[in-house]
């Protein structure tokens, strides 16, 4: 539902942030390592640590907001 809006955030923002995307049923092990209850779940680290999550689709203003408060 969020490829797209990831798909050209990742363009956006190639060199100042990487995004991956996860398939969740093939890595029982990290959705579990991390809690994810439902999905959409992005999980946004810096420099290794967790700073910020977001749960359930959102638009990707949302999501641009969500990368420019963890880059700052």
Not at 31 to 49: C, N, Q, T
């Amino acid at each position: 539902m969020i490829a797209p809006a990831l798909d050209e955030l990742a363009d956006a923002y190639q060199g100042r942030a990487k995004i991956a995307k996860v398939n969740v049923d093939h890595n029982r092990a990290l959705a579990a390592k991390f809690h994810v209850r439902s999905i959409p779940y992005l999980v946004v680290f810096k420099d290794g640590e967790k700073v910020g999550e977001q749960i359930g689709a959102v638009g990707k203003a949302q999501l641009a907001g969500l990368l420019d408060k963890a880059l700052a």
